[in-house]
């Protein structure tokens, strides 16, 4: 199964913009769908953004027409390109992978929106 490490958060004040990567080692990435989750303090962890295999997304209501998923299957990469960013996108952001009911976390990576 993969492994996935994330980078790319950081501290970015209200309206900007973060790239957040997420690289998988191990085998058959392409066939996983991918997926960024987040989690707040004191909330409970929530689904931003998917792409399956084939391409397909979905997005959380509150970051449609901000968030941006995509993949790159040649590189074993899935990305979350973040703009118009507001406070309430503060959380922890952790890269998810799922194929045929095994479901693999990254370690997450910390995303601060705050002037």
């Known amino acids: 199964q993969v492994q996935l490490v994330e980078s790319g958060g950081g501290l970015v004040q209200p309206g900007g913009s973060l790239r957040l990567s997420c690289a998988a080692s191990?085998?058959?990435?392409?066939?996983?769908?991918m997926g960024w989750y987040r989690q707040a303090p004191g909330k409970q962890r929530e689904l931003v953004a998917s792409?399956?295999?084939?391409?397909?997304?979905y997005y959380t209501d509150s970051v449609k027409g901000r968030f941006t998923i995509s993949r790159d299957n040649s590189k074993n990469m899935v990305y979350l390109q973040m703009n118009s960013l507001k406070p309430e996108d503060t959380a922890d952001y952790y890269c998810?992978?799922?194929?045929?009911?095994?479901?693999?976390w990254g370690q997450g990576t910390q995303v601060t929106v705050s002037s």
């Open positions: 191990g085998g058959l990435f392409g066939t996983y769908t």
């Open positions: 998810n992978a799922i194929r045929r009911g095994v479901t693999v």
């Open positions: 792409i399956t295999s084939g391409g397909s997304t």
